[in-house]
Nanobody, 117 residues
Framework: QVQLVESGGGLVHAGGSLTLSCAASRTSFSINRMGWYRQAPGKQRELVATITRGGTTNYAGSVEGRFTISRDNTKNTVYLLMNSLKPEDTAVYYC???????????WGQGTQVTVSS
């Protein structure tokens, strides 16, 4: 069983920056893709960004150019640097890891990001 623990959420003014971190409880080479999703009140959970163990990234169009996902495989940790934050980025952000062998998702508990205008 792999546990994902997020940190780094909070309240920030529009135009500000935050960095989220997600630490996995143990190394699992079968978790190739990790990423961040978010869910705003009344909306469905949506992809923000993903990164593979080899460093291939994918971003939602709404965050591309403002957010940067990175990963430290030695620390089993994935990061999300969020710049130029907008009020519409307000949501609960969830860390995700996909287990290739078990073909299942692992989720963190979520961390709140609030951007004030």
């Amino acid at each position: 069983q792999v546990q994902l623990v997020e940190s780094g959420g909070g309240l920030v003014h529009a135009g500000g920056s935050l960095t989220l971190s997600c630490a996995a409880s143990r190394t699992s080479f079968s978790i190739n893709r990790m990423g961040w999703y978010r869910q705003a009140p009344g909306k469905q959970r949506e992809l923000v960004a993903t990164i593979t163990r080899g460093g291939t990234t994918n971003y939602a169009g709404s965050v591309e150019g403002r957010f940067t996902i990175s990963r430290d495989n030695t620390k089993n940790t994935v990061y999300l640097l969020m710049n130029s934050l907008k009020p519409e980025d307000t949501a609960v952000y969830y860390c995700n890891g996909y287990h290739d062998v078990l073909q299942r998702d692992y989720w963190g508990q979520g961390t709140q990001v609030t951007v004030s205008s």
